[in-house]
């Protein structure tokens, strides 16, 4: 990923946030045939320096059948993004030298990918997995509130994985580069704009 240092993120608590954040995360793997590519649930744990990723697909995945069992993987988490209007620059309106632009926060992991057969781990995964998004609601569901033979058969039906974590980067492109008045013109614009991700993306800019 190309990243211009005022757009680098370095903190890792920072990256493990937006990781955590946004949790379905696009997982791409080299093949002799191409490359594969899948949206895939993660967590997230703090093991190893710069942390680990584990998931699960289905016994019958192709990342699983076609003898994935140990490979590189690059794995891609993105915030929510948003179009930015040249109009919203204050300053742009004196110049006319504007152009659009679109804002995101994105984190990229590299690591080896490893498989991981067992039911009890699986169990435990598939609990932690699920407690991390339901941990804010009202009632909060969980993986024991489904009867222990359906956990069981669904341990058994999947097959899970581990990426330690060996590169992490991330870019948070924001309009850093603009002036005060150009990024509180962007935040007022971008909760009034229609687009799903415009508010979202409006609390992430810094005035």
Known sequence: M??????????????HQLMRDYPLATTVVTRAGGLEVNLLPLDLSAKGPCGTLSGHVARSHSLWVEGCKECEITVIFQSPNAYISPRWYVNGQFTRRNAPSWNYVAVQACGTLRFVEGAEWMTAHLSTLTAAQEEKRPQPWSTAD??????????????????????????????????????????????????????AIASLIKP
Request: no cysteine.
């Open 146 to 199: 489904a009867s222990p033979e359906f956990r069981a058969q669904m341990a058994n039906r999947l097959v899970g994985f581990e990426i330690e974590i060996r590169d992490l980067v991330g870019k948070k492109f924001l309009s850093q580069q603009r002036t005060e008045a150009d990024r509180s013109s962007l935040v007022s614009n971008l909760m009034l704009d229609p687009s799903p991700g415009s508010r």
């Open 2 to 15: 190309h990243i211009q240092p005022l757009f680098a993120v370095t903190d890792l608590e920072e990256l």
